[in-house]
Each structure stands twice: as C-alpha cells, then as structure tokens.
C-alpha cells in the first residue's frame, strides 16, 4: 500500500484548486501534492512527469478535458473527478472513476471521498480509456438568439466572429451586428468547443475559422488577428498552447 499517495490536481480555477488543496492538507495529510495544473495540456505533462497515485481531474478544462487527460493514464492512476455537471459525473463514476465531486467541493463530501480513496488506493486503478468516448458532448446548437436593445435575433453560429464578456452580458460580435445574451463566456466555451470555436482568453472566445494569425508584440504577448476583420484579441498565457507550433 501507498504510505505517502503522490497527488495532482488539475482545474481551471485558481480559488478551486487552492481550497481542494487546503482540504486535501486537512483531511489526508499522509498525501504528497506532486503538481497542480490549469488546464488538459498541462495535467497531461505534469501526469507523465510526475506518475501520480492519484489525479483530481476537472471534467472541463481548456485544451484538454478531464475524461480526455484521464483516458491516458491506462492503469497507472486513480482518478477522482471535479465537474459541476451531476449527469457526467455519476456516469464517470459508473465507468470505474474512483469518486467524483461536485463544484463547489464541500468538505463532507470530499471528506467520503477521501476515505473511498484510502481504501481503494493500494489495488491497481480502473482503465478509463474508453470513457472520453461514451460521455461525448451533447452536439452544438445550430444558431443562437441574442438581443440589439429591444428585438431579439437568431444568428446562426457560422455567422459569428468571437464573443467578449461584458459585465453581466456576453457580447456576440458578426460581420454585420453585435448583439448580447446571458450565456457566460465559459459555458459557451464548453458547449461550443465542437462547433470550431476556442477561448482565447478569459473574456473572449473565437471562432477558429476567422483566426488569420497569431503574433506577439515586442513585450512577449500572443494577440490574434482576424480574417476580414479589424478586430484584435488578446491570448493569454493559460491558452497560447493552442498555438505552439508557431
């Protein structure tokens, strides 16, 4: 049995990351927190440099998901994921995850987890190579609806250039309107990584077939230009992975 389990945990967010940690501390002191990662590509890396015993993966993370960076690690890791969507969560879990909890992690529930894990630890883990392909993503809408003050449009999705958050709208930018929802930037992000757009940036998400080029200034900062557009957006360092082969 594994006296000191070496640990990653891999998410998006920054405050989520540092409470699971704290707890963590908390509840299995015995554990070694080996690595933390801010998105797919980087817990990939981290997970082969590292070997985890155990992984708390974010179900949906830029570059790559949870269940894809946990289709990887064949029988070599244990895996716990951290989703705030129920329905892929229980179904994880019922392809052999070793635990799951919600967002945001409560400590009872993390707490059982923890001692799932403790029991379960010392026996080789679940291959879970098979699982990115039975929980695909519901398939993208088509078209959006979004309002220029009083009327509401339906724009369909290949008409859209990017979308930038704006206080407690999302902004749609095409060629010949800008309109707003609801929708935050990050939902839209995850409902629409099939439909060929990225974020970028933590206020904007682009359609990939508009990306002309990616260029860096003289201060070391990614910025896309746009096909026949005049806009310029910002890519942030969390993100740039998307474009490493420049």
Not at 42 to 55: G, N, S
Request: aromatic content about 8%; charged content about 25%.
């Amino acid at each position: 049995m594994t006296i000191r389990p070496r640990v990653l945990i891999a998410d998006d967010e920054p405050l989520l990351r540092g409470a699971l940690r704290e707890q963590l501390e908390q509840l299995w002191p015995e554990a070694e927190l080996v690595g933390e990662a801010a998105d797919g590509y980087e817990a990939l890396r981290l997970a082969r440099e590292l070997a985890p015993d155990l992984a708390f993966l974010d179900i949906r993370m830029p570059g790559l998901s949870g269940l894809e960076v946990a289709r990887t690690f064949g029988g070599r890791t244990h895996v716990v994921f951290v989703t705030a969507y129920d329905e892929h969560a229980v179904e994880a879990f019922d392809q052999g995850a070793l635990d799951y909890v919600l967002k945001p992690v409560e400590p009872v529930r993390l707490a059982r987890t923890v001692a799932r894990v403790r029991e379960r630890i010392a026996h080789p883990p679940p291959d879970l190579a098979q699982l990115a392909q039975r929980l695909q993503p519901a398939a993208a809408p088509s078209w959006i609806q979004a309002s220029v003050g009083q009327t509401i449009h339906f724009i369909d999705l290949h008409d859209i250039v990017y979308f930038s958050a704006e206080a407690k709208y999302t902004r749609v930018v095409t060629d010949r309107l800008e309109a707003h929802i609801r929708t935050p930037l990050k939902e839209l992000a995850d409902m629409l990584g099939e439909a060929g757009f990225w974020q970028v940036h933590r206020g904007y998400v682009v359609a990939v077939r508009r990306i002309a080029a990616a260029m860096r200034d003289a201060d070391g900062a990614m910025w896309l230009t746009l096909r026949d557009h005049p806009a310029r957006l910002p890519v942030s360092q969390r993100f740039q992975a998307r474009f490493r082969g420049m």
